[in-house]
């Protein structure tokens, strides 16, 4: 049986995510930080279909722990590994406390780190092994109002890029999705920070992304926006000058 391991899979994306895979047939391993929301997923799912591992991305040690356990019941397979888990801190830089800018950081690069870097063997010893992270539209440009999210993003952009070169002797691919805004309980409960929700709308469900994660394991592709708009942004960054981009994005802003 084909295995994923999932972080962030109690709610939203990658509770969806989990849903689908095993639809197609595949063993999940579900981590998040909520344990209650894993027993329900993993009640809703089956054991023979799916493990749970409360799992601090943040903690090298508990990425260890979740991650043994999982290959446990893998025979040590892992043919996919979706990088799901992060924080969401919407508003103006200097309004949102510092506090907050860090555990931004430490959970949606720092935990990916974590996760990668504790990973690679078992990838490393599965044929034709792909990592799936979770990258955002906040990454073709800086994002006024995301700024912290933003940054954390580009550097999931980054460390894509680099690790699909680095393990591609290992015959590991390593990819990201890059959607906009996706209906979830992180993105509800930020909405009222910023207007580039009504610029930008939010649309996609979580469904959605767990469809284009599911379509990514089986495409070439390096980087995946998700919709129309966004692929068109993704396009045209590569080819207009900064200073139009920094327009658009002013113009989505409001500025």
């Known amino acids: 049986m084909n295995s994923i391991f999932i972080t962030g899979a109690g709610a939203g994306i990658g509770r969806a995510t989990a849903h689908y895979f095993v639809a197609k047939g595949w063993f999940v391993g579900a981590a998040d930080l909520d344990e209650a929301a894993l027993h329900s997923l993993q009640e809703e799912l089956g054991e023979a279909q799916c493990s749970i591992h409360v799992t601090d991305v943040v903690d090298a040690a508990s990425v260890r722990q979740s991650l043994a356990g999982f290959a446990a019941r893998t025979d040590g397979r892992l043919d996919v590994l979706h990088n799901n888990a992060g924080l969401l801190r919407v508003g103006r830089f200097e309004e949102i406390h510092l506090e907050d800018h860090r555990q931004v950081v430490d959970v949606n690069l720092t935990g990916l780190i974590n996760v990668l870097h504790t990973a690679f063997p078992y990838l490393r010893d599965t044929p034709g092994a ?126």
């Open 130 to 255: 792909r990592v799936v992270n979770m990258s955002s539209a906040s990454a073709i440009y800086g994002t006024p109002d995301f700024a912290s999210y933003s940054a954390t993003k580009h550097g999931v952009r980054a460390m894509t890029e680099a690790l699909d070169i680095e393990w591609e002797g290992y015959d590991i691919r390593v990819c990201d999705l890059m959607p906009p805004f996706v209906k979830t309980g992180m993105v509800a409960s930020n909405e009222a920070g910023s207007g580039m929700f009504n610029a930008m709308g939010v649309h996609l469900t979580a469904e959605d992304v767990a469809r284009e994660v599911w379509k990514l394991t089986r495409s070439s592709e390096l980087h995946r926006p998700i919709t129309r708009r966004m692929r068109s942004l993704w396009t045209v960054s590569g080819t207009l000058p900064a200073a139009a981009i920094r327009g658009i994005i002013k113009r989505l802003w409001g500025r």
